[in-house]
């Protein structure tokens, strides 16, 4: 297997649906999940580069592990819950830190999970996208609340983001281009997201490789070492 040219990771509280948005991505459905155990990552092809997409635990008790999984990443996707505002919270008080060892150019996206469960989400009938086959007839009339987090709350935290990683929001893309509110139930957003990342990497990827010193030697202009008696090299 070819080592993957970039890496994204998603981070985020328990339960906010990260397992649930990376498998109807990569899966086209949305399947009952197990809280996750340390993580677990997906290859996808990109064009012609392979990205490793890794899931991460949201439980405090692997809390430890997300630095190491946020090594070297070129994009992160924080997550929470649009119905938890403590789930926003998490993420800048528990998760952000984790991702100092990212690469020093890191992205950050702000997802907002689970919209289908708010008013906002049936008016827009998001429902109606792609209905899982999961879906029982108690989803579909379940009572809807309005929205405990709003999208400026998330175009705030990113801000904030940009001012802890001391970057110019010159030289990032834009938080309104980054701030996105999905639905792993309905797969609301979820392509846009994802590829909206892809296709902000590959740059990246095209940099690093411009950057990366060349191990091509030049033997042309190279002249054999003259022979010892002993048959050593002089
Ligand atoms: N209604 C609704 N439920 C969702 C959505 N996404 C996830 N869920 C449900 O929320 C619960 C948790 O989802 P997971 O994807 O396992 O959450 P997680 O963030 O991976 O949790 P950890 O692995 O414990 O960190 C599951 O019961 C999912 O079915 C969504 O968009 N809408
Ligand atoms: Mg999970």
């Known amino acids: 297997m070819r080592k993957p040219d970039s890496k994204i990771v998603l981070l985020g509280d328990m339960n906010v649906g990260k397992t649930s948005l990376l498998q109807r991505y990569m899966e086209r459905r949305f399947p009952d999940t197990v809280s996750t155990v340390g993580g677990a990552f997906y290859l996808k092809q990109w064009r012609s580069y392979n990205i490793s997409i890794w899931d991460t635990a949201g439980r405090e008790q692997f809390h430890g592990l997300g630095s190491m999984y946020c090594r070297g990443a070129a994009a992160i996707i924080l997550t929470y819950d649009v119905n938890h505002r403590q789930s926003l919270v998490e993420l800048e008080d528990r998760f ?20 289908d469960l708010t008013e906002e989400g049936a008016l827009a009938g998001q429902e109606k996208e792609e209905c899982s086959p999961n879906m029982d007839a108690g989803d579909r009339v379940s009572p809807r609340a309005p929205k405990q987090v709003q999208l400026e709350d ?10 802890y990683k001391m970057l110019d929001e010159q030289d990032v893309p834009a938080a309104e281009q980054m701030c996105f509110e999905t639905s792993a139930k309905t797969g609301y957003n979820v392509d846009l997201l994802f590829e909206t990342l892809f296709d902000l990497v590959v740059p990246m990827i095209l940099q690093q490789r411009a950057e990366r010193p060349s191990h091509t030697v030049d033997i042309s202009s190279h002249k054999p070492p003259k022979r010892t008696r002993s048959g050593c090299c002089a």
């Open 154 to 163: 998330a175009v705030a935290l990113y801000k904030k983001i940009l001012k």
């Open 96 to 115: 952000l830190g984790l991702t100092d060892t990212a690469s020093k150019d890191c992205l950050f996206a702000i997802v907002g999970n689970k919209v």
